[in-house]
């Protein structure tokens, strides 16, 4: 990537996914080395706000005995859950007041990955004048990966920021960096 295409200028939004403590080292799903990701994407929102570009997060935030939790069948352990303390924004997270905040997760029939699930984000990104993404947090194979192919379904370019995201698996990381690039997402 040349300097050219990394610099943020408007347009643009930084999209921070799943940022929350359930998904860091201690949290009820950990992803290795999710912590690392928290430094990395402050720079970047100290460069949105610098840049005047607008900072969108989004979190998990699932109804207790949510249909994608195990007991119910489905893939995880129980996590996000409404205003438990996991499911908050990991507090070294230094996000600006003028965040936008995405919540997701909630439905009680069925599971939301992508941060334009049934969300109305894209009309809000169209809304602001957005035109390109830079898209950075957790997990890279779940919800990172479902944002970024609807992002580009939406007409959204995307530019994934690679340091600043972690896969709950090392070959779903590698399966998702695929499917990403051949959606089109810059990496
Ligand atoms: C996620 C697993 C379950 C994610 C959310 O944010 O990537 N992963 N729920
Ligand atoms: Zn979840």
């Not at 939004?13 to 403590?21: E, H």
Request: hydrophobic residues 40%; charged residues 25%; negative net charge.
């Amino acid at each position: 990537m040349t300097l050219t295409d990394e610099t943020l200028r408007p347009g643009d939004a930084l999209v921070v996914v799943d940022v929350q403590k359930d998904f860091c080292p201690g949290g009820a799903l950990a992803i290795d080395g999710g912590d690392e990701v928290i430094p990395v994407l402050n720079r970047w929102i100290d460069a949105a706000v610098a840049a005047n570009v607008p900072v969108y997060a989004s979190r998990d935030w699932h109804p207790a005995d949510h249909i994608s939790f195990k007991q119910r069948g489905g893939l995880w352990p129980p996590h996000c859950v409404q205003d438990s303390d996991g499911a908050s924004f990991h507090p070294e997270l230094r996000l600006p007041e003028s965040t936008v905040k995405i919540t997701k997760g909630v439905r009680f029939d069925q599971d939301q990955n992508s941060v334009f699930d049934q969300t109305g984000l894209a009309t809000r990104l169209r809304h602001d004048g957005v035109k390109r993404l830079f898209v950075g947090g957790l997990a890279e194979d779940v919800c990172v990966l479902a944002s970024v192919l609807d992002g580009r379904r939406a007409g959204f370019d995307v530019v994934l920021i690679p340091d600043a995201t972690r896969p709950v698996t090392v070959d779903g990381g590698e399966k998702a960096r695929r499917e990403m690039r051949d959606a089109g997402a810059k990496l």
